[in-house]
């Protein structure tokens, strides 16, 4: 199957700094890529929709602000913590499909995760 | 709105059975499966489509009533690999792919 890639897998930061997670699709062209946060033992909770060469598209509590996504080529789609504090600690995970567009298009090929531990 | 799943955790012991249910409040066009092992990113089971479709491959099937808003995954003659967290996400048919998943059922396979 197709393969997504996250980078780093993990990181621990001090409070107030700013982490960037990589999203890469390596073998397809992702049109779009899902950006999810999960806590222990929960659901994967969407944060934000991404589009090659558009705005994110954000679900409604996500602030916009703080988490920083940017979805540069088809390729890459980057997510941003700025000013993070120990609450953004979490499991971040990224997804991506490659057909544009309609319902029931295709699987999501998840991204291994990022653990996010801010101190 | 998230959909709902039952049951929320269930222990069996290699080769018996189970079913994991997933219902929606809203109407659904399609309905995901994915399981995912500890510390590990979600792996694609199969996907279901409305018109009541039923998949399956190897011991691991669903099905998908559409009028009902529910889906079932069944597992049939399990193995210790199936051991894991199994999520639904369901699609509204709005956007391609975007999922609500459920809360997940967590299935223990002892030997």
């Known amino acids: 199957g197709a393969v997504v890639s996250q980078h780093p897998s993990w990181v621990i930061c001090k409070s107030g700094t700013s982490v960037k997670i990589e999203c890469r699709s390596l073998d397809f062209q992702a049109t779009t890529m899902f950006w999810y946060r999960q806590f222990p033992k929960q659901s994967l909770m969407l944060m934000a929709t991404?589009?090659?060469?558009?705005?994110?598209?954000?679900e409604q509590g996500v602030e916009k602000d703080k988490f920083l996504i940017n979805h540069a080529s088809l390729t890459l789609s980057t997510l941003t913590v700025t000013s993070a504090h120990p609450e953004d600690s979490s499991f971040y995970i990224c997804?991506?499909?490659?057909?544009?567009?309609?319902?029931?298009?295709?699987?999501?090929?998840f991204g291994e995760g990022s653990r996010l531990t801010v101190l | 709105q998230q959909p709902v799943q039952s049951p929320q955790a269930v222990i069996l012991r290699e080769g018996e059975d189970a079913v994991i249910n997933c219902s929606s409040s809203?109407?659904?066009?399609?309905v995901h499966w994915y399981r995912q092992k500890h510390g590990e990113a979600p792996v694609f089971l199969m996907i279901l489509l409305k018109g009541g479709e039923q998949k399956g491959h190897d011991k691991i099937s669903a099905s998908f009533n559409e009028k009902k808003q529910q889906s079932s995954l069944y597992l049939t003659a399990s193995q210790l690999s199936y051991s894991g967290t199994y999520f639904c996400?369901?699609?509204?048919?709005?956007?391609?792919?975007?999922?609500?998943f459920g809360e997940g059922t967590q299935l223990t396979v002892n030997p």
């Open positions: 996400g369901t699609e509204g048919g709005t956007s391609g792919s975007r999922l609500t």
């Open positions: 809203k109407a659904l066009y399609s």
């Open positions: 997804s991506a499909t490659g057909l544009a567009g309609g319902p029931g298009t295709g699987e999501l090929f």
């Open positions: 991404s589009n090659e060469g558009s705005k994110a598209t954000y």
